[in-house]
């Protein structure tokens, strides 16, 4: 290896005033004792921003920021030491250079000793490596970057090497793993798929995503998302990083939405199917019962009307419960006392869990009242017992619990149908029973869904529908083996409660009837047909019309005579509701009894019956009904 001054022997001194004129590197001179700048080539001058004259006879230290100054010094003083080797000395680190409008560069320095005109001198090399500091900065505060973001990230991120070895996990819990094979860590039932997503990334050098589900040691069930990232290094594969993020919670929402979608589908599919169903059933119904009045009781024809009669009871049980999942029922809400009404079922809901079941009712000390539609909420308690009643078969133990609760809006925000933030009250109804498992729980409310040999899969669906009509919120958690509690909202009403009676409070045993004139609107001709016939059996007057249209005219033409008018909620041209706005134009004070198998905008009817005054008439009904409630309204 040459020296530095075998190197300057070895080369003429033309070629070496080219090589300190014209190297593209700041070539400087300083003497060794002074520390005075005996020359500079024009790099140098470029390097420092400086003119040569300015520079030549000047203390080196100028060229110095004043922090650099002793570690400068420290150098000089080091390499006039007497053992020092005289050859070029490339000098550790980075070094900062002061120009002349006050700026720093960033150097590196190879310094070797010389004799310059006699005198003892160092000939400085410098490379301006300003630039690679700044990237090395940048590249610095990009890792610093990485890492936080890496590290706080709520995903779990692993890098893999080419043999799928893990190298690196972004959870320092998890620190252990680095070292061990991925695919052992995966769950065996979907290890093939990801060695197939992990392969594919390999070969195609592109992201590949696999949608997972995992148990948790809690034995919950997880949804994962995982993205296999191929990278390279220096040009070639390098292995694949694997981000994988927990979607537990926007899978619940989009099955949530899923569901409801589907709900609010089958409902009104259910409720349009109703609506014809009850008309027909009605003329069944109410054609039978006269026929069996004609027929003499005892006769194998009374026995064929009886079985009819029966079926249609059955058909009409069957479209009444899908029109309380539809939500397409009149309801007659008003205060209710939770307690109290609860109190009013419980002799109906003891008889219904059984005596191998005990039954029992908590509630707060303070009173809860709910808008309620009392029958209906007797029906979700009916349903929810009977359910709790058929998953204990060696018995066990019902508990009914009252409380309020209240939902603010991401509370609210966060069930899955429509929540309005606000007051509630929460019927807890829990059991002992068999419970359910993921995927019964996630079907439970769907219409016809069973899992009984003589279930109808509709009592949860009528529940939903009539919590729902309710302006509440349902909820079930269940563990196989460990029993059920399903938590029904309510909200709470400001009003105080209206008295705790819940059946229509004047009804006559058996219809008497009456001379009155009474309009009946009905659009269906067999039902129109067959209720003129009967009013007309109980002595009164009828006139008939087809649509609300005609009924006004019907109305009008009589002014003053008509007492009473039946209208149908749901026919062409004019349904009830509007006629009945119209006819009270005319005649005040005429008295209203609706009928309704279904009502599209059954808010509007429920308000109406609620007030008072009128009657409603759920389709199909009894032909004894009709004539009872036709008497009951004129008396009153
Ligand atoms: N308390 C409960 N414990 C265990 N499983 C239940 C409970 N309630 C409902 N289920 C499950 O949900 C299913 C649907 O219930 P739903 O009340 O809608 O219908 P059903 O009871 O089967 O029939 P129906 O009520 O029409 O007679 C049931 O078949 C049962 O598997
Ligand atoms: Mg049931």
Not at 292 to 298: E, F, N, T, V
Request: with cysteine.
């Amino acid at each position: 290896m040459c020296t530095g001054t075998d190197t300057m022997r070895a080369v003429s001194s033309l070629d070496y005033r080219a090589l300190f004129e014209d190297n593209p590197n700041a070539v400087v001179v300083v003497d060794r004792q002074t520390r005075v700048l005996l020359a500079l080539n024009d790099a140098a001058c470029r390097h420092f921003g400086y003119a040569r004259e300015e520079l030549l006879g000047r203390d080196v230290s100028t060229l110095r920021p004043a922090e650099d100054i002793d570690r400068m010094r420290e150098t000089f003083e080091k390499s006039n030491a007497p053992h020092t080797v005289a050859g070029p000395t490339r000098y550790q680190g980075v070094w900062q250079h002061l120009r002349k409008d006050g700026s720093i560069v960033h150097s590196e320095i190879w310094r070797l000793h010389i004799e310059y005109e006699g005198r003892p001198a160092s000939l400085t090399i410098i490379t301006d490596v300003s630039e690679r500091v700044r990237t090395d900065a940048a590249l610095r505060d990009a890792q610093a970057k990485w890492r936080a973001v890496v590290e706080h990230s709520a995903d779990h991120i692993v890098e893999l090497d080419q043999d799928d070895v893990i190298r690196f996990v972004n959870d320092e819990n998890a620190a252990q793993l680095v070292g061990t094979p991925f695919l052992a860590l995966v769950p065996e039932a979907g290890r093939e798929r990801t060695a197939e997503r992990l392969a594919a990334a390999r070969r195609a050098g592109t992201m590949q995503r696999l949608e997972s589900q995992r148990t948790e040691e809690t034995g919950e069930l997880r949804s994962y998302d995982t993205r296999f990232i191929p990278f390279e290094r220096d040009g070639k594969a390098a292995g694949i990083l694997c981000i994988t993020t927990d979607i537990t919670e926007r899978k619940r929402l989009e099955e949530h939405l899923r569901q409801a979608q589907k709900m609010e589908a089958t409902g009104l599919l259910a409720g349009g199917i109703a609506h014809d169903f009850n008309n027909l059933l009605s003329v069944v119904l109410g054609a039978t019962e006269l026929a069996q009045k004609a027929a003499r009781s005892g006769s194998p024809l009374d026995d064929h009307l009886e079985s009819i009669r029966e079926a249609a009871a059955r058909a009409a049980e069957l479209t009444r419960k899908l029109l309380a999942f539809s939500r397409k029922q009149v309801l007659r809400v008003r205060p209710l006392d939770l307690g109290a009404a609860v109190d009013d079922f419980l002799s109906l809901l003891r008889r219904v869990v059984g005596e191998d079941v005990e039954l029992a009712v908590r509630r707060p000390a303070e009173q809860i009242v709910v808008k309620a539609d009392a029958l209906q909420l007797e029906q979700v308690l009916l349903n929810l017992c009977t359910n709790a009643r058929q998953a204990m078969p060696a018995g066990g133990r019902v508990v009914i619990e009252l409380l309020r609760t209240s939902f603010d809006e991401t509370a609210a925000a966060k069930e899955s149908g429509p929540l309005v933030a606000g007051d509630y009250a929460e019927i807890r109804v829990t059991d002992t029973g068999v419970g359910m498992d993921a995927a019964t729980q996630a079907r439970a409310f769907e219409p016809f869904f069973t899992t009984k040999s003589e279930g109808t899969g509709l009592g949860l669906a009528m529940v939903h529908g009539i919590v729902h009509q309710h302006q509440g919120q349902i909820r079930v958690e269940s563990r196989v083996g460990r029993g059920t509690t399903v938590r029904v909202f309510l909200p709470i009403a400001q009003e105080p409660p209206a008295s705790s009676s819940r059946r229509d409070p004047h009804v006559d045993p058996l219809p008497r009837g009456g001379s009155d004139t009474i309009l009946v609107a009905e659009d269906e001709p067999a039902l129109r047909k067959l209720l003129a016939l009967t009013l007309r059996d109980l002595g009164y007057a009828v006139v008939t019309a087809e649509n609300g249209e005609q009924a006004v005219r019907e109305f009008e033409a009589r002014k003053g005579q008509i007492a009473l008018a039946i209208l149908d909620v749901v026919m062409p041209v004019l349904g009830g509701v509007q006629a009945h706005e119209r006819i009270r134009l005319i005649d005040p004070k005429v008295k209203v009894i609706f009928t309704t198998g279904y009502a599209p905008d059954s808010a509007q009817v429920s308000d109406l019956v609620t007030r008072g005054g009128y009657a409603l008439l759920n389709k199909p009904f009894q032909l004894g009904e009709l004539g009872r409630k036709v008497r009951a309204l004129l008396d009153a």
